[in-house]
């Protein structure tokens, strides 16, 4: 698939860049893993010179080694002996800087964390030693977002402070998947774009890879899922136990029941048997995998909270591939395409109401975007955008049949929530599949 978006972040890392001829920068890049950060990093620096370590799991000499000998392929900097550490390496990097201008890429950067103690104390000793003369744009990247955010933002760590900007990569928007989809398949119909949504959210490496295999209909992209060899059968444990290490099985379970339809905390508890505040608030602000939801206008400390996972490619892994785990291990995966197949319009109802708020909140004018319901549970809006400054708002339903929507209910639903909107001009619309 061919290069899409990202405008904005190639301005953003050029402009980084080029202020490295005056003063040192150290840009970190956090994005989910596949969102296609390294392929927005060469997309930027193309045409410019740069130094790349991808950070593995080897040992730190073994990994040193090799990027000594790409430091004197790339920039003719020979250093004599081997380098004991990576610090080592970037210090005498940051001294050939003080003469001319460099660009360094450090990918999977967090692992450095990882393979060796105190390097990451050793990084912020050289950094502070020579930053200041130094004219280098110095690009830590990572896909662990909870680390990446620890390494640098917090204040026990040795990093912190030291960032000069912090980009966060995100998946593609709403209008972006819908060129990619019509620049391969001019014909498609709404029920394609769900499904793209529902199975990628946006996420780069999985549209790419439905885009290069071909599948741009709804029905293709079922088959790719369930082909023996597809990456998206084995990708949601791979990502958790990437994020959660140790910690995973705790998490993951929590994730599988909110999937499986408990969002309230008092009902994941009464599985888990313990109190999982703490878990869910770093799901939340730690991982960003969950999203806490609270009805619009609803006060900060109320009840009524409910928890939803916040990655559309997670919610359809733990809902069709992990809860079919048995057909996977057997190799029934034409089993596995009629279940997805039978229990899709069920699930998609709820993927078309989070594709409608991401499409409304990506609107210029549009400043809040949520849903409500009331205390029993009994009255609930799908979709409530709000322009503040324009005093404008549209409150709506959401139905994947247009013939479902009855404008009667949705006044009714309405009046309960009249009185937040006083003053604003208010449209009842109700949105469908037509409507993506």
């Given at each position: 698939?061919?290069?899409?978006?990202r405008?904005?972040?190639?301005?953003?890392?050029?402009?980084?860049?080029?202020?490295?001829?005056?003063?040192?920068?150290?840009?970190?890049?956090?994005?989910?893993?596949?969102?296609?950060?390294?392929?927005?990093?060469?997309?930027?620096?193309?045409?410019?010179?740069?130094l790349?370590?991808?950070?593995?799991?080897?040992?730190?000499?073994?990994?040193?080694?090799?990027?000594?000998k790409?430091?004197?392929?790339?920039?003719?900097?020979?250093?004599h002996?081997a380098?004991?550490?990576?610090?080592?390496?970037?210090?005498?990097?940051?001294?050939?800087?003080?003469?001319?201008?460099?660009?360094v890429?450090?990918?999977e950067?967090?692992?450095?964390?990882?393979?060796?103690?105190?390097?990451?104390?050793?990084?912020?000793?050289?950094?502070?030693?020579?930053?200041?003369?130094?004219?280098?744009?110095?690009?830590?990247?990572?896909?662990i977002?909870?680390?990446?955010?620890?390494?640098?933002?917090?204040?026990?760590?040795?990093?912190?402070?030291?960032?000069?900007?912090?980009?966060?990569?995100?998946?593609?928007?709403?209008?972006v998947?819908?060129?990619?989809?019509?620049?391969?398949?001019?014909n498609?119909?709404?029920?394609?774009?769900l499904?793209?949504?529902?199975?990628?959210?946006?996420?780069?490496?999985?549209?790419?890879?439905?885009?290069?295999?071909?599948?741009?209909?709804?029905?293709?992209?079922?088959?790719?899922?369930?082909?023996?060899?597809?990456?998206?059968?084995?990708?949601?444990?791979?990502?958790?136990?990437?994020?959660?290490?140790?910690?995973?099985?705790?998490?993951?379970?929590?994730?599988?029941?909110?999937?499986?339809?408990?969002?309230?905390?008092?009902?994941?508890?009464?599985?888990?048997?313990?109190?999982?505040?703490?878990?869910?608030?770093?799901?939340?602000?730690?991982?960003?995998?969950i999203?806490?939801?609270?009805?619009?206008?609803?006060?900060?400390?109320?009840?009524?909270?409910?928890?939803?996972?916040?990655?559309?490619?997670?919610?359809?892994?733990?809902?069709?591939v992990?809860?079919?785990?048995?057909?996977?291990?057997?190799?029934?995966?034409?089993?596995?395409?009629?279940?997805?197949?039978?229990?899709?319009?069920?699930?998609?109802?709820?993927?078309?109401?989070?594709?409608?708020?991401?499409?409304?909140?990506?609107?210029?004018?549009?400043?809040?975007?949520?849903?409500?319901?009331?205390?029993?549970g009994?009255?609930?809006?799908?979709?409530?955008?709000?322009?503040?400054?324009?005093?404008?708002?549209?409150?709506?339903?959401?139905?994947?049949?247009?013939?479902?929507?009855?404008?009667?209910?949705?006044?009714?639903?309405?009046?309960?929530?009249?009185?937040?909107?006083?003053?604003?001009?208010?449209?009842l619309?109700?949105?469908?599949?037509?409507?993506?």
């Amino acid at each position: 698939m061919k290069f899409y978006d990202r405008e904005k972040e190639i301005n953003e890392l050029l402009k980084f860049d080029d202020t490295a001829n005056q003063t040192a920068q150290f840009t970190v890049l956090i994005g989910r893993r596949r969102t296609g950060k390294t392929t927005l990093m060469t997309q930027a620096l193309k045409g410019r010179p740069y130094l790349y370590f991808f950070i593995g799991k080897k040992a730190e000499t073994i990994q040193c080694n090799e990027f000594q000998k790409q430091t004197e392929a790339v920039l003719g900097l020979h250093i004599h002996g081997a380098v004991p550490s990576f610090a080592s390496l970037l210090e005498e990097i940051l001294i050939f800087s003080k003469k001319q201008k460099l660009t360094v890429i450090i990918d999977e950067f967090q692992r450095l964390d990882e393979i060796g103690i105190g390097i990451i104390s050793d990084i912020q000793r050289v950094w502070d030693r020579h930053h200041a003369e130094a004219h280098i744009h110095l690009i830590a990247c990572g896909s662990i977002y909870s680390m990446m955010k620890r390494i640098f933002e917090d204040r026990k760590e040795p990093l912190f402070g030291r960032k000069t900007a912090r980009i966060d990569l995100k998946p593609f928007s709403t209008s972006v998947l819908k060129q990619i989809l019509h620049d391969y398949n001019p014909n498609y119909t709404s029920e394609d774009l769900l499904m793209l949504y529902a199975i990628t959210g946006g996420v780069a490496k999985y549209v790419a890879q439905l885009m290069d295999d071909g599948c741009v209909t709804w029905e293709d992209m079922i088959r790719d899922v369930c082909r023996p060899s597809s990456i998206f059968l084995e990708e949601g444990t791979e990502l958790l136990v990437g994020e959660f290490g140790r910690k995973f099985q705790i998490y993951y379970s929590i994730l599988q029941l909110i999937a499986s339809g408990m969002t309230s905390q008092s009902e994941i508890d009464s599985i888990i048997e313990k109190n999982t505040g703490r878990y869910l608030d770093t799901l939340e602000t730690e991982y960003s995998l969950i999203k806490k939801h609270r009805p619009m206008w609803a006060k900060p400390n109320s009840q009524g909270v409910k928890y939803y996972i916040n990655d559309c490619f997670l919610m359809f892994w733990f809902r069709f591939v992990e809860s079919n785990r048995s057909l996977v291990e057997l190799e029934k995966f034409d089993l596995l395409e009629q279940v997805i197949r039978s229990d899709y319009p069920q699930f998609s109802g709820f993927v078309l109401e989070k594709y409608f708020r991401q499409l409304y909140g990506e609107k210029e004018r549009v400043t809040e975007v949520s849903h409500w319901w009331d205390n029993q549970g009994k009255n609930e809006i799908d979709l409530i955008a709000l322009e503040g400054l324009d005093h404008r708002a549209t409150v709506a339903e959401v139905k994947r049949n247009p013939e479902r929507y009855n404008p009667k209910d949705l006044e009714d639903r309405y009046r309960h929530i009249q009185k937040h909107l006083k003053g604003y001009k208010v449209d009842l619309v109700g949105l469908s599949m037509e409507d993506m």
